[in-house]
C-alpha cells in the first residue's frame, strides 16, 4: 500500500482504502457546517469524492488507527477525527497514527447507515465488504491499536455514552477500554469472547486477529450532531491516544 506527501504538510502521508466507495462529503450539511474550511479540511473532503482515504502521520513506535464513518449517519465522529487530525498535524508524533475519518464517503453523503445496502459493523467479515478490506489494510500496514468510534441514539444499541471492550482473544482491549472509561467517564461495555455477540463488528475482527481494538459511542439523533457529541468523541479519542503516552 502506497502513501503519497500531503503537499505543504512535512509529516503527512496519504493513500486510499477503496475507490469504490467515494461521495461527496460537502452535501451533508450536518458535516459541512461543522468543520472549518481550511486548507487540510478542503483537501480531506477532495479526496474524499474519490474513495475512503486515509492518512499517516508520524513514523516509529506503536501504529495506531482512528476509525470513524463505519455507519455514514453517525456524524459526530467523522467530525472529531477531522478534527483531531487538524490539532496533530503540525505537531511531532513519536509513534505513527493513521486516520480514517470517513470510512463510507458516499454513505455520509447520503446520511445513510448503510453503504451498498450493507451494515458494514455487521460485514467486516464477509470477504470484499469494505469494512473486510479496511480490516485487510490494518494488518497489512501492519496497525498494532485500533480505535473505531461511532455516535447512538438514545433509542437504539447501546443508547449510552461507552467504551465496547472484549476480554479474549486480546485482553488489551479491555484493558484500553477501562482506561478511556475511567478517564473520560463514561460506561465501558465488556464481553468475554470477541465475536459472539456483534459478528462482523470492525472491533470484534480486529480482536479475532490479534489487533487489540475498541468501540467508542457517544450519544447524538443518528443523522444529525447532537450538543457536546462532537467534543465528547474528540475526548475519547484523545483518551484512546493517551492510552499510549500520546
Sequence with gaps: MDFEKVEHYDNLEMSYISNLSGGYISKNTHVLNEIDLNKLNRFILEKSVYGTPIFKLGSGGNKILILSGVHGNELPPQIANIKLLNELVAKKINNTLFFIPFA???ATMDNRRFFNTLDLNRAAHVNNSLSNVIVQKI???GIHFVGDFHSTAFNSNPG???IFSTKSPTPESF??????SKDVGCEIISLDSAGESYK???EDV???NGIPAITGEVLSPF???GDGSVERSLLQMKSFLSYFGI
Excluded at 175 to 180: P, T
Design 104 to 106: 463510507a464517503p458516499k
Design 139 to 141: 494488518e497489512e500496514l
Design 160 to 162: 449510552v455514552e461507552s
Design 175 to 180: 484493558l484500553i477500554a477501562s482506561y478511556i
Design 200 to 202: 462482523g463488528a470492525v
Design 206 to 208: 480486529c480482536n479475532l
Design 223 to 225: 443523522s444529525t450532531v
